[in-house]
T-cell receptor, first 111, second 114 residues
Framework: NAGVTQTPKFQVLKTGQSMTLQCAQD?????MSWYRQDPGMGLRLIHY???????DQGEVPNGYNVSRSTTEDFPLRLLSAAPSQTSVYFC??????????FGPGTRLTVL | GNSVTQMEGPVTLSEEAFLTINCTYT??????LFWYVQYPGEGLQLLLK?????DKGSNKGFEATYRKETTSFHLEKGSVQVSDSAVYFC?????????????FGAGTRLAVHP
């Protein structure tokens, strides 16, 4: 049981480039979410999904896109990276309880 | 709206000292309350949780009691170890916000010295 996995661990982008952060879970969890962690601000919810084919916006969705075609995968797309998107990104999943399991994170730098 | 406020860090303690990290919340209805811990270079792990008033969550010597009258969920440990050095996040999920949407405090960094 790998839990929640994220790739890549580190990424450097130039302003305007696009990329996809990958997230996968093998616990058959219906709920998946993406957070960003910035110093002094805790974690903030970007987008979430309550099941395959269903996604919704969180607190800070601008500049990010998501889709959920399978239960296991929940990729996060940056369409045109900006320096303000420099952050650490965490994916999480949960099942029937409200306990969320987090991935190890992706550290993104946008120059 | 729903929010979490926790004490600013860093908190620096000697090994075997008593730890308290304060956390208060604002929420509609009856939230579930959580403490997550983030060790250096890792993701967040659930440390403990409580789902109703007066519940006490406990794990690895840490404990926190859900106090509805003071809207608080303070984290305590009687004797900290160097291995407890990490960032601790207080968080809640509230029925009005969706039971799986975690709202986090800013985090408190704990450094324990031998």
């Amino acid at each position: 049981n790998a839990g929640v996995t994220q790739t890549p661990k580190f990424q450097v982008l130039k302003t305007g480039q696009s990329m996809t952060l990958q997230c996968a879970q093998d616990m058959n969890h219906e709920y998946m979410s993406w957070y960003r962690q910035d110093p002094g601000m805790g974690l903030r919810l970007i987008h979430y999904s309550v099941g395959a084919g269903i996604t919704d916006q969180g607190e800070v969705p601008n500049g990010y896109n998501v889709s959920r075609s399978t239960t296991e995968d929940f990729p996060l797309r940056l369409l045109s990276a900006a320096p303000s998107q420099t952050s650490v990104y965490f994916c999480a999943s949960s099942g029937v309880t409200d306990t969320q399991y987090f991935g190890p994170g992706t550290r993104l730098t946008v120059l | 709206g729903n929010s979490v406020t926790q004490m600013e860090g860093p908190v620096t303690l000697s090994e075997e000292a008593f730890l308290t990290i304060n956390c208060t919340y604002t929420a509609t209805g009856y939230p579930s309350l959580f403490w997550y811990v983030q060790y250096p270079g890792e993701g967040l792990q659930l440390l403990l949780k409580a789902t109703k008033a007066d519940d006490k969550g406990s794990n690895k010597g840490f404990e926190a009691t859900y106090r509805k009258e003071t809207t608080s969920f303070h984290l305590e440990k009687g004797s900290v170890q160097v291995s407890d050095s990490a960032v601790y996040f207080c968080a809640l999920t509230a029925p009005s916000g969706g039971y799986n949407k975690l709202i986090f405090g800013a985090g408190t960094r704990l450094a324990v010295h031998p």
